[in-house]
C-alpha cells in the first residue's frame, strides 16, 4: 500500500474523500477480510474447536451414547425407528470430571492469585559495579578535582571525605527507593483494572478447555469527575472538573473469539496478527462518527445498511460472520 494512503487521519466530518484514496483504502479492507477468513479458516481446519467442544461437553457431564436423535434422524424417520427396536431404559451418567476440574481450578487459583496478598514483587536489579564499588573506601573525586564531604543529620559538613563507597550505597538506596514507589504505583493499577479477577476467569477457561487467554496490559482512557469549590468572597460555587487519565487494563478474553494466523503453529508467538471477535452496538457505532481516523460517510452508510443474514449462536461457540 502507498506510504501516503495511511499518512493522514480521514473521518472528520465533512471531508471529502477523493475516489483514488477511497479506491485504496477498499483494497486495504479486502486484502485485510483475506487475513480474517484464512484465521477463521486456519482454526477450523487445526481441530481445537473440536477438543474443545468434547472438553466442555465432558465437563458438564454430556455422553454421546445419551444424546437424543439429531433434527436430521428426525427429518428422515429414524429416529422413530430407532425407538420402535430398541427398549427405553434409563441410563446414569455419573460426573466425575467436573469435580476433579473444579478442585483443581480452585487449587490453582488459591496458590497462584491469593485474595489478600500479592503473587509478585520487584526487587532493584544487581549492577555489579555497584556491588563492588560498595567496598572501595577512597575519596571520591568530582570531575573538577574536588572532594565532596559527608554531611549530618543538620546538613553540616563532618570533614570526613564522600568516598566512593558511599556514592555507590546512594545510589543503591535510591533505586530501592524508587522500586518501591513504582511496586505501588503497579498494585493501583492491577487493583483498579480487576487484575486478580481477570486472571481467575483465564484458569477457568485453561481448566475446562486447555485454553485461557489474557489481553493486555493495553492503555484505556478513563475520566475522572470531581466538584472542586470556587469562591469569589461573597459566594461559592462548585465546578466540576474533568480529567482524562490513560492507564494500563487487561482482560480475560473468550477462546472461542480469538483467531490467531494459522502458519504460528503452536507458538503463538510466530502468529504474524490475532484477530478478536467482538460485537459493536448501533450505539456505540455512532459515537464513532466524526472521531479522527474513522470515516463519517462509511460508517453512516453501514447503520443505514440492513443485515444479510442472520446467525443463531450457542454456547459461546462463536464463529466470525
Partial sequence: ???????????????????????????????????????????????????????????????????????????????YAKANTEPNRSEVLVNIIRGKVETAEGRFTDIQLPVDDRNWA??????????????????????????????????????????????A???????????????????????????????????????????GILKGPNIVKKLNRAWLARSSGERTVYVMKVVEEHTPNSKRVDPWNIYPDPNCEDDIRRASYIWEYAEILPRDLRGLMGVEGYLTDQIRKVLDEQPNRTRTVHHNKKTMP
Fill in 1 to 79: 500500500m502507498p506510504q501516503e494512503a495511511y499518512q493522514d487521519s480521514p473521518g472528520a466530518p465533512g471531508d471529502d474523500i477523493s475516489a483514488d484514496r477511497l479506491r485504496r483504502i477498499e483494497s486495504m479492507a479486502e486484502n485485510i477480510l483475506k487475513k480474517r477468513d484464512e484465521a477463521v479458516i486456519g482454526r477450523n481446519s487445526s481441530g481445537v474447536e473440536r477438543r474443545w467442544r468434547e472438553d466442555q461437553d465432558a465437563f458438564d457431564g454430556f455422553d454421546e451414547s445419551l444424546r437424543k436423535g439429531s433434527m436430521l434422524d428426525y427429518a428422515t424417520g429414524d429416529m
Fill in 122 to 167: 520487584l526487587k532493584p536489579t544487581p549492577v555489579p559495579e555497584l556491588v563492588a564499588s560498595t567496598k572501595d573506601m577512597r575519596p571520591l573525586v568530582t570531575e573538577t578535582g574536588e572532594i565532596p564531604q559527608k554531611i549530618d543529620l543538620d546538613g553540616k559538613p563532618t570533614g570526613e571525605p564522600f568516598t566512593v563507597a558511599d556514592k
Fill in 169 to 211: 550505597r546512594m545510589i543503591m538506596d535510591q533505586a530501592k527507593e524508587r522500586m518501591q514507589g513504582m511496586e505501588k504505583e503497579i498494585d493501583d493499577q492491577l487493583t483498579e483494572c480487576g487484575y486478580n479477577a481477570e486472571c481467575r476467569k483465564v484458569v477457568r477457561d485453561a481448566a475446562r478447555l486447555g485454553t
